[in-house]
């Protein structure tokens, strides 16, 4: 993930400012339509995207305020939300169908309409993981399926899920821009030149652009200051996630103990032992 200081070469995206300079501005729009194609596996291709406004609001003046990383429409008028969520939040799933609700409602039209909708594709790059049962998946795609059937009942809305600290080929594995699209993710800020495995057309953009000696005062500064703040934010949840593993420690040695405790007393009682007698060992 890398969390050095800004003498690293290429820009970290997993703060503020990579992740938008890589994949939310127009002059790099060709990084986002190779990501967004090579996340889709060649099922869709997304020719052309425009830019729109990641600030919406609700219906009511006091409804919550949302703010998206990147959202787009290509050419088909069908609706991309791409976040990166750099830590767990315990409903992101539930902010995932909130966000999603926004694209959907914004295609209402006044007067005469026969309800048809664009697909709307919800990607989110997780900086942990969500499912600790399988330590391989980490690619999840998500859709409305009839449970009786197993098929798709509604293939316009898909929630797609990265969970990258689950991604780790290292560079001689890579194979699809899939796998090269990831690895880049993961460990930008933490390389020292460009791959060989990433000759690809895009990625000479992408590398000119993360290139931190290229940015200009003002890039520097934004990006310094995006910088801080991801690693104020890494140090406090690395703090909190030792801090919950230690009291989660004590918590099960204290468990193991009257568990323990519990056997014996049992074991005593079993053996003849009498109540009063047992009760002068705990």
């Known amino acids: 993930m890398g969390t050095g200081g800004i003498q690293d070469k290429y820009v970290n995206p997993y703060t503020d400012f990579g992740f938008k300079l890589l994949l939310g501005t127009v002059m790099n729009k060709e990084l986002l339509l190779s990501f967004l ?17 990641v600030e919406h609001l609700g219906t009511q003046e006091y409804d919550r305020r949302a703010i998206f990383d990147v959202y787009c429409e290509n050419e088909k008028g069908e ?48 900086n942990f993981s969500f499912d600790e049962t399988d330590n391989e998946h980490f690619h999840h795609e998500v859709k409305l399926v009839d449970l009786h059937t197993h098929k798709v009942f509604y293939d316009k809305l898909a929630f797609i899920y990265l ?3 689950k991604f780790s080929k290292p560079e001689e594995e890579l194979e699809t821009m899939f796998d090269k699209w990831l690895f880049v ?29 290229k940015f200009s005062r003002k890039e520097l500064s934004e990006y310094w200051e995006s910088l801080k703040n991801f690693r104020d934010w890494y ?48």
């Open 235 to 282: 140090s406090v949840m690395t703090t909190q996630l030792k801090k919950g593993r230690e009291e989660g420690r004590k918590e099960g040695l204290e468990k193991g103990r009257r568990e323990m405790q519990w056997m014996n007393a049992c074991k005593m009682k079993e053996d003849g032992m009498s109540i009063e007698m047992t009760a002068r060992y705990f």
């Open 37 to 53: 194609n090579a996340l889709l596996f060649g099922e869709e291709t997304v020719k052309d995207v425009t830019y729109l406004n």
């Open 185 to 213: 993710l993961r460990n930008l800020s933490s390389l020292l030149e460009r791959p060989r495995a990433l000759q690809e057309r895009v990625f000479n953009r992408l590398f000119e652009a993360a290139e931190i000696a």
């Open 163 to 165: 969970e990258m600290p």
């Open 79 to 126: 609706k991309f939300l791409v976040e990166m969520q750099r830590g767990e939040q315990q409903f992101f799933k539930d902010r995932s169908l909130y966000y999603s609700s926004f694209p959907i409602r914004e295609q209402g039209k006044r007067g005469p309409w026969d309800y048809e909708l664009k697909a709307v594709y919800v990607v989110g790059i997780l």
